[in-house]
């Protein structure tokens, strides 16, 4: 019993067990016009990918892209660029991780807070129009 909650501790200090992954962090912020969404894995056994996932209030969480692991102690960084498209400026995100033998678990959520300028809105939708 005692190793349990030692182990426990350790988790909860120091990052997250999730599914073959173990996450050291896991962070969202609003970055010139973008919300870049970064975390570090301390190991990954097992994984097959990583999938971000986007909500906003009241909405369920849609697939926004899909990254392959590049092993242990790993950093990732991701822009997403599509955030300007909707008129809501709070963001949850969370990553949805599978497995080999596919199956899920996901990490925390975390929200990030993001304007982006009626400029901004409209030039990113013109692009949106030639692609």
Same mark, same amino acid.
């Given at each position: 019993?005692?190793?349990?909650?030692?182990?426990?501790?350790?988790? @909860?200090?120091?990052?997250?067990?999730?599914?073959?992954? @173990?996450?050291? @962090?896991?962070?969202? !912020?609003?970055?010139?016009?973008?919300?870049?969404?970064?975390? !570090?894995?301390?190991?990954?056994?097992?994984?097959?990918?990583?999938?971000?996932?986007?909500?906003? $209030?009241?909405?369920?969480?849609m697939?926004?892209?899909?990254?392959?692991? !590049?092993?242990? &102690?790993?950093?990732?960084?991701?822009?997403?660029?599509g955030?300007?498209?909707?008129?809501?400026?709070?963001?949850?995100?969370?990553?949805?991780?599978?497995?080999?033998? &596919?199956?899920?678990?996901?990490?925390?959520?975390?929200?990030?807070? $993001?304007?982006?300028?009626?400029f =901004? =809105?409209t030039w990113?939708?013109?692009?949106?129009?030639?692609?």
């Amino acid at each position: 019993m005692k190793i349990k909650v030692v182990l426990f501790a350790l988790i @909860f200090a120091f990052g997250t067990i999730v599914a073959g992954a @173990f996450l050291d @962090f896991f962070y969202a !912020k609003s970055e010139d016009g973008k919300v870049k969404i970064e975390w !570090k894995t301390a190991s990954e056994s097992n994984l097959k990918e990583f999938v971000v996932e986007r909500r906003t $209030h009241n909405n369920p969480f849609m697939e926004v892209t899909t990254i392959a692991p !590049k092993g242990n &102690n790993s950093y990732y960084a991701y822009y997403d660029e599509g955030a300007y498209k909707t008129t809501d400026v709070i963001y949850v995100y969370r990553l949805k991780i599978f497995d080999r033998d &596919n199956s899920t678990s996901y990490s925390r959520e975390v929200s990030v807070s $993001h304007s982006v300028s009626g400029f =901004k =809105k409209t030039w990113g939708s013109i692009k949106a129009m030639f692609r």
